[in-house]
C-alpha cells in the first residue's frame, strides 16, 4: 500500500473554530451530512421484525431487497438491472475506498479519476497500490487503467456529465479493457437536469458489461447514520465482489437490510428531500451571488461550487469570519485551487442565517 495522504477535514480545524466563535454560531456547511429526519417508511421498517433477528444477515442480502433496490433504479432513473446483479454495502465509501483491492488491482496499475474529485477514489487506488491518474472531462482512459471512476452529478462542482460525454466514455473504457465505475450517489438530486445512469440503454448500449454503478441512501434519503447503500451493473463483477465480501464479513445488519428495502420502495419521501434541498440551494445560490462571489456548475448535488478569485483558503478564512463554514477546493484536486465547496446540508434556520450574514 502505497502512503496515504492525511485526512483532509483535520485541517479545517482552526477555520472551525473561528467559525464557532462567531455571536451567532457557526453555519456549517462544510460536510455534506443530512440534518433533516429519516422518513418515517424507513424507521418503521428498521424497527420492524428485522430488528430482532437473532442469526447472521447474508452478505447479499434477501432477494426481496434486491428487488426492490431494481425496481428504484429502474422506476427512478430508467435503468433496468437484473435483481442478481445487485450488492448491499456498508455505505458507499467503503465500497468506493475497496473496490480497487477488491478487483484485484495491484502495483503497476493505474485507476482513472475525475479532475476534480472526492478523495476517496484516490484513497482507494493507493490502499491497493495502482496509481491513481486524473483525467479531465472527456479524457480517454489513461495508460495501463484497469479501472475507471466517473461522477454525475459531481462532487465537488455538481456538474452533470451529458449523456453523450457518458456513452463515449463507456465505450472508450471497454475499448481499453478498463472497468467503469460510476458514482452515482446525487443521481436523485439533479433538479431537473438531465442525470444519467451509466446502466441506462442509452449509455450502455443495452449491456452492463464492465460497468459498475455505486448509490447511497445517504443523500436521498437522510440514512448516513444507517450506512447503507449497494453496487449495481455487470452480473459477473458483482459476483466477483459478493463472493469476496463474504469470505471478509462484509455484510449489512439485518434492519439496515430492511430500512433499505423500504427506502427503495417510496418515492415520496425522496421527492419531498429533493424539493427541500431545492429551496435552500437556491437560496443560498442567490445570496453567495449577491455577495461577489460566482458559482460555477452546481446545477445538481448538494454542493455550491463557488469562488470568489483568490486562493480557496483565502476565500475559507473571509466566510468564517462571518461563521460559515466551508471546504477548500484543493480537497478535490489541484484545479479546485481558487474554489471552495459549499454543501446546502443545513437546515432552513442555519441557511437562512447564512443568507443574512452574506447579504
Not at 484543493?330 to 446540508?345: D, K, L, Q, W
Request: glycine residues 10%; aromatic residues 6%; contains cysteine.
Amino acid at each position: 500500500m502505497r502512503a496515504l495522504p492525511d485526512f483532509p477535514w483535520d485541517s479545517l480545524a482552526a477555520a472551525g473554530e473561528r467559525a464557532a466563535a462567531h455571536p451567532g454560531g457557526i453555519v456549517d456547511l462544510s460536510v455534506g451530512t443530512p440534518v433533516d429526519p429519516v422518513p418515517a417508511v424507513v424507521r418503521a421498517a428498521l424497527s420492524g421484525p428485522a430488528a430482532g433477528e437473532p442469526g447472521y444477515p447474508t452478505t447479499y442480502g434477501p432477494a426481496s431487497l434486491r428487488e426492490a433496490i431494481a425496481g428504484a433504479l429502474d422506476r427512478r432513473f430508467g435503468a433496468p438491472v437484473d435483481p442478481a446483479a445487485v450488492l448491499p454495502t456498508i455505505g458507499s465509501k467503503e465500497l468506493v475506498a475497496w473496490l480497487p483491492t477488491l478487483l484485484g488491482l495491484g502495483p503497476g496499475d493505474v485507476v482513472g479519476v475525475p479532475e476534480l474529485a472526492y478523495p476517496t477514489y484516490e484513497v482507494g487506488a493507493l490502499i491497493a497500490g495502482a496509481t491513481p491518474v486524473r483525467m479531465a472531462d472527456g479524457d480517454p482512459p489513461p495508460a495501463g487503467a484497469r479501472l475507471v471512476w466517473l461522477n454525475s452529478p459531481s462532487n465537488p462542482t455538481g456538474r452533470v456529465l451529458p449523456e453523450d460525454s457518458l456513452r463515449e466514455s463507456v465505450a472508450a473504457c471497454r475499448a481499453a479493457g478498463a472497468v467503469v465505475a460510476s458514482d452515482e450517489c446525487y443521481l436523485s438530486l439533479s433538479f431537473g437536469s438531465p442525470a444519467v445512469s451509466v446502466l441506462a440503454p442509452s449509455v450502455s448500449a443495452g449491456s452492463h458489461a464492465g460497468l459498475l454503478a455505486v448509490h447511497s441512501f445517504s443523500k436521498s434519503s437522510n440514512l448516513a447514520g444507517y450506512r447503507a447503500a449497494f453496487v449495481a451493473g455487470d452480473p459477473t463483477l458483482v459476483k466477483t465482489l459478493l463472493e469476496i465480501r463474504k469470505h471478509a464479513g462484509m455484510i449489512v445488519p439485518f434492519p439496515v437490510q430492511a430500512a433499505m428495502a423500504a427506502a427503495a420502495a417510496d418515492d415520496e419521501h425522496v421527492a419531498e428531500q429533493v424539493a427541500l434541498y431545492e429551496k435552500r440551494r437556491l437560496r443560498l445560490r442567490a445570496a453567495l451571488e449577491d455577495a461577489g462571489y460566482r458559482v460555477d456548475h452546481s446545477e445538481a448535488g448538494l454542493y455550491l461550487w463557488t469562488t470568489g478569485g483568490r486562493p480557496c483558503r483565502e476565500t475559507v478564512d473571509a466566510l468564517a469570519e462571518l461563521g460559515i463554514l466551508v471546504a477548500p477546493g484543493e480537497f478535490y484536486g489541484p484545479t479546485g485551487a481558487e474554489h471552495v465547496r459549499i454543501a446546502v446540508t443545513a437546515t432552513d434556520e442555519r441557511i437562512d442565517e447564512a443568507v443574512r450574514r452574506l447579504t
